[in-house]
Every structure is written in structure tokens, then in C-alpha cells.
């Protein structure tokens, strides 16, 4: 708890005023790229869900929406490559749209194992939507079609991103230190 409140006293990287605001501005572009459109939208678990359900609230089209799970980091804050899943696609994508949802990509190592996954399902179409691109580690090239942040470097925690499972509930995004 003392480690948490320290977190508090430290200064916001990205504040909840600037993150709504951007998550606004995300769900407007999706919603006019899918007028005619009705996407599934599949957040990554766990760190996705605070991203993930303001988005889909400030969508003005009909969506359906599912989760994968996919964990490569255990408890560090490196990824380790291997990608083990814990809870798959349940809804059918087949021949239509879909929009990945993520919260932050890294290596891109866990977002390109996971559209590997869902290409084969069949869908009409893969879209990518992550709330934070961060570009020191990349080591595999991805294709963000919507992204709500660059961050260059930095281990973020806050706004549903985590160490070991904690920070997840604070509402600015921080940088651990
Ligand atoms: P990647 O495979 O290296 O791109 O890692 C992606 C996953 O690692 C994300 O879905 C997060 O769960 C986790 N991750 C990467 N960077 C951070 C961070 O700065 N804070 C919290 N989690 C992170």
C-alpha cells in the first residue's frame, strides 16, 4: 500500500483528462471507419479492460466484443517471447471485421502471435487499436491503425497497466520508477 501511495506523489505521465480525451478521439475515427460496418472489437486481457470499456462506450456504432488472454511477462518487466494463452476467441470472426484492442505494445512480440492467431479464424479484416505505442523495445514491426499515445521508453503502470498485478486501478498513467 506505502509503495502505492507513493505512486501518487509522482508525476503524472499522462493524465485521465488527457487519456479520456484521446479515447474520445479514437472511438470517433473508428466509428466513422465502420459506419457501414459492425466490428468486433477483442480487448487483450488483462491489462486492456480500463481502455477497452471507455472505448467501446464512446463508439456510435453497434459492436460486439470478446477477449483473449495471452501472457509472455510473468511477474518482469521484460517479454519473454513465449506467448501462453489462458482464455481464447469464443465468438465467430469469420468474414467479419475485426479490431484487436491492446493496451500498450512493447516488443510487439505478444500483438503479432496474437493476429497470427486470429488470421487463421478467417476474419474479413484485422484492424489494430492500442492506447500506447512505445518504441524502445521494438522488435518486430507492427501496424497500429489506431493509436492513442507514443511513449519512447519507460515502464508505465496505472489506467489498467500493471507491475506484478499491481497499479492497475490508478487513474493517470505513471511511469515506474
Ligand atoms: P510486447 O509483447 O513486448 O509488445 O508486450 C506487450 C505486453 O507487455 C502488454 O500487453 C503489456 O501487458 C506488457 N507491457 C509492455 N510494456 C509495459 C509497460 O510499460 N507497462 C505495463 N505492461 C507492459
Same mark, same amino acid.
Given at each position: 500500500?506505502?509503495?502505492?501511495? !507513493?505512486?501518487?506523489?509522482?508525476?503524472?505521465?499522462?493524465?485521465?483528462?488527457?487519456?479520456?480525451?484521446?479515447?474520445?478521439?479514437?472511438?470517433?475515427?473508428?466509428?466513422? @471507419?465502420?459506419? *457501414?460496418?459492425?466490428?468486433?472489437?477483442?480487448?487483450?486481457?488483462?491489462?486492456?479492460?480500463?481502455?477497452?470499456?471507455?472505448?467501446?462506450?464512446?463508439?456510435?456504432?453497434?459492436?460486439? $466484443?470478446?477477449?483473449?488472454?495471452?501472457?509472455?511477462?510473468?511477474?518482469?518487466?521484460?517479454?519473454?517471447?513465449?506467448?501462453?494463452?489462458? !482464455? @481464447?476467441?469464443?465468438?465467430?470472426?469469420?468474414?467479419?471485421?475485426?479490431?484487436?484492442?491492446? *493496451?500498450?505494445? *512493447?516488443?510487439?512480440?505478444?500483438?503479432?502471435?496474437?493476429?497470427?492467431?486470429?488470421? !487463421?479464424?478467417?476474419?474479413?479484416?484485422?484492424?489494430?487499436?492500442?492506447?500506447?505505442? !512505445?518504441?524502445?523495445?521494438?522488435?518486430?514491426?507492427? $501496424?497500429? @491503425?489506431?493509436?492513442?499515445?507514443?511513449?519512447?521508453?519507460?515502464?508505465?503502470?496505472?489506467?489498467?497497466? *500493471?507491475? @506484478?498485478?499491481?497499479?492497475?486501478?490508478?487513474?493517470?498513467?505513471?511511469?515506474?520508477?
Amino acid at each position: 500500500m506505502l509503495q502505492d501511495q !507513493k505512486m501518487n506523489n509522482r508525476e503524472v505521465l499522462i493524465s485521465q483528462e488527457t487519456i479520456q480525451s484521446r479515447v474520445y478521439e479514437l472511438a470517433q475515427k473508428i466509428s466513422s @471507419d465502420y459506419a *457501414d460496418e459492425e466490428p468486433i472489437l477483442i480487448g487483450i486481457l488483462n491489462g486492456v479492460v480500463f481502455f477497452f470499456v471507455d472505448l467501446v462506450k464512446a463508439l456510435t456504432i453497434p459492436v460486439t $466484443i470478446d477477449f483473449i488472454r495471452a501472457s509472455s511477462y510473468g511477474s518482469g518487466t521484460v517479454s519473454k517471447g513465449a506467448i501462453t494463452y489462458s !482464455k @481464447d476467441v469464443e465468438i465467430n470472426v469469420k468474414n467479419k471485421p475485426v479490431i484487436i484492442v491492446e *493496451d500498450i505494445v *512493447d516488443t510487439g512480440l505478444t500483438l503479432n502471435q496474437i493476429i497470427k492467431r486470429i488470421e !487463421k479464424k478467417g476474419p474479413k479484416s484485422i484492424r489494430i487499436c492500442a492506447l500506447i505505442d !512505445k518504441g524502445e523495445r521494438r522488435s518486430e514491426e507492427v $501496424i497500429l @491503425d489506431y493509436s492513442g499515445f507514443q511513449v519512447e521508453k519507460g515502464f508505465l503502470v496505472g489506467y489498467g497497466l *500493471d507491475h @506484478d498485478e499491481r497499479y492497475r486501478y490508478l487513474q493517470d498513467i505513471f511511469v515506474l520508477k
